[in-house]
């Protein structure tokens, strides 16, 4: 283990290791995928080729533009329904089972948007639903995930990585949509499923990555799996079992994850929380700022 010492008082600072990153990372990639199914879809749905494949060049304008609105309220939908799909997902199953089950929706959504070859668009629809649900439910559950294997100092740093690829990935699926119309010609149905099949690869990566991270020590303590529990921080903080500085962090888990169920067991209401000053003032943070990215 790495060790740095402080001028101030000598004691030991741990140097956070490559697996908490990676595993923040692969957490943020649900950020990606939200990102780039919203920065992509615009650019995608004027398409001369999209257009001409969906048979959508033939309708009148009042049509096209009902069609087209069809196409970004189904995602809508789904995302919607996907928040509350992940909660007892997250809750139940786990937190990385969370992700992995985000992750096979939106894959199994963008893989159903590009198997059509007849143009029907009732096909393209199912495969955005269930796009959304998948963004949905990894939106809900990537920000709980990171911010419980992150340790107080880094929360802030690691939670901002999620809304850093949030924006990125929609800078490149706008831009995308717009190199990809002008690097195909009109005649060419790449023109459309090349910024339709980019949305695999996040999806697969997300995939592929919730394999190699552990659950949140968070989530074992709530149901008293402790061995776990410390299993998984000593994974994320690349220390030993026993390690004087990992069983500290683990006391700390313990004893929130024992507020956290005698909160429940006096079951407040969600307005009597919101209420509170600190959640109040909290709460209006997060609200503003999620209005505000969307304006």
């Given at each position: 283990?790495?060790?740095?010492?402080?001028?101030?008082?000598?004691?030991?600072?741990?140097?956070?290791?490559?697996?908490?990153?990676?595993?923040?990372?692969?957490?943020?990639?649900?950020?990606?995928?939200?990102?780039?199914?919203?920065?992509f879809v615009g650019g995608v749905l004027v398409l001369p080729s999209f257009l001409h494949h969906f048979h959508l060049d033939?309708?009148?304008?009042?049509?096209?533009?009902a069609a087209q609105a069809r196409i970004v309220t189904v995602w809508l939908v789904g995302a919607l329904f996907g928040v509350?799909?992940?909660?007892?997902?997250?809750?139940?199953?786990?937190?990385?089972?969370?992700?992995?089950?985000?992750?096979?929706?939106?894959?199994?959504?963008?893989?159903?948007?590009?198997?059509?070859?007849?143009g029907h668009l009732s096909v393209f629809n199912i495969g955005r639903l269930l796009n959304g649900l998948g963004v949905g439910?990894?939106?809900?559950?990537?920000?709980?995930?990171?911010?419980?294997?992150?340790?107080?100092?880094?929360?802030?740093?690691?939670?901002?990585?999620?809304?850093?690829?949030?924006?990125?990935?929609?800078?490149?699926?706008?831009?995308?949509?717009?190199?990809?119309?002008?690097?195909?010609?009109?005649?060419?149905?790449?023109?459309?499923?090349?910024?339709?099949?980019?949305?695999?690869?996040?999806?697969?990566?997300?995939?592929?990555?919730?394999?190699?991270?552990?659950?949140?020590?968070?989530?074992?303590?709530?149901?008293?799996?402790?061995?776990?529990?410390?299993?998984?921080?000593?994974?994320?903080?690349?220390?030993?079992?026993?390690?004087?500085?990992?069983?500290?962090?683990?006391?700390?888990?313990?004893?929130?994850?024992?507020?956290?169920?005698?909160?429940?067991?006096?079951?407040?209401?969600?307005?009597?929380?919101?209420?509170?000053?600190?959640?109040?003032?909290?709460?209006?943070?997060?609200?503003?700022?999620?209005?505000?990215?969307?304006?």
């Open positions: 283990m790495d060790m740095v010492l402080t001028a101030a008082n000598f004691l030991p600072v741990t140097i956070l290791r490559r697996s908490l990153y990676l595993a923040a990372i692969v957490a943020c990639l649900t950020a990606a995928l939200f990102g780039y199914s919203v920065g033939a309708l009148l304008p009042h049509d096209l533009a509350p799909l992940g909660v007892p997902i997250s809750s139940g199953w786990g937190r990385r089972r969370c992700l992995t089950f985000s992750a096979l929706l939106y894959v199994s959504g963008a893989a159903l948007q590009l198997v059509d070859r007849g439910a990894g939106t809900l559950v990537s920000p709980m995930y990171i911010s419980e294997i992150s340790p107080p100092s880094e929360r802030g740093m690691l939670m901002s990585g999620y809304q850093t690829a949030l924006q990125l990935s929609a800078l490149v699926g706008f831009w995308g949509a717009y190199a990809s119309h002008a690097a195909f010609p009109s005649s060419s149905p790449l023109q459309w499923q090349l910024p339709v099949a980019i949305q695999l690869l996040p999806g697969v990566f997300l995939l592929l990555g919730t394999f190699l991270i552990p659950e949140t020590p968070r989530f074992y303590a709530e149901r008293g799996q402790f061995d776990d529990a410390e299993g998984s921080l000593a994974w994320l903080r690349a220390l030993p079992r026993g390690d004087l500085e990992l069983e500290r962090e683990l006391d700390e888990i313990r004893e929130a994850a024992e507020a956290g169920e005698l909160l429940q067991s006096e079951k407040p209401s969600f307005l009597s929380e919101a209420r509170k000053r600190g959640v109040r003032k909290r709460l209006g943070v997060g609200i503003g700022l999620m209005i505000a990215q969307n304006m």
